[in-house]
């Protein structure tokens, strides 16, 4: 019942542009998760040191089984999403339901920027092709609604990236993301 007046108040909030006060921390498990990225730091010294290992993180937390050799020539600049990341993790650890529309825009941002490095080594017809045209299709409302109904596992992936970064495990931040783009673009 919960979800289901949350996806009301989320539509009517978006088209209305009213943003009524959710609680989200009265969920002791949501609260939990926030009080975890709350306690991790960015330094500023972060960075994806191996870019295969983060890859190969992103696909298995989308769930996509693709030969990483095939895309080695395109994460030149795979490492540049870690500031909208870092960007996204921010609004989390403050949470309402106007950071929520907002984490929504710049996952799909990421999301979109991703598609575009890795296309010139997609091959047509495969499943990371189909999840590119999916997320192209998107439409931030529809992530919103995905993240506000999948939100204790949203922000459990959002922990996992974080942890992955700031310890330079470049795998679990990538698997944190994948799965983080997963439950927004298709629940």
Known sequence: GMKILFLVLLVAGISCGTYPYLDFESDPEIAKLIDELRQIEFTGDEAITSAADFLKGIFDGLGVKEDIEKFKKCLHSIGDVLNQIKAIINLLKDISFEKIKEVARKLFEIALNLGKLLAPCVEEGSVIAAIINLIKGANPISIGVNILLNLPDFIAAAV???K???SGDNYNAGFGLGRMIRLA???
């Open 160 to 162: 996992q990236t974080v």
């Open 164 to 166: 992955g970064i700031t």
């Open 185 to 187: 673009f298709i629940g």
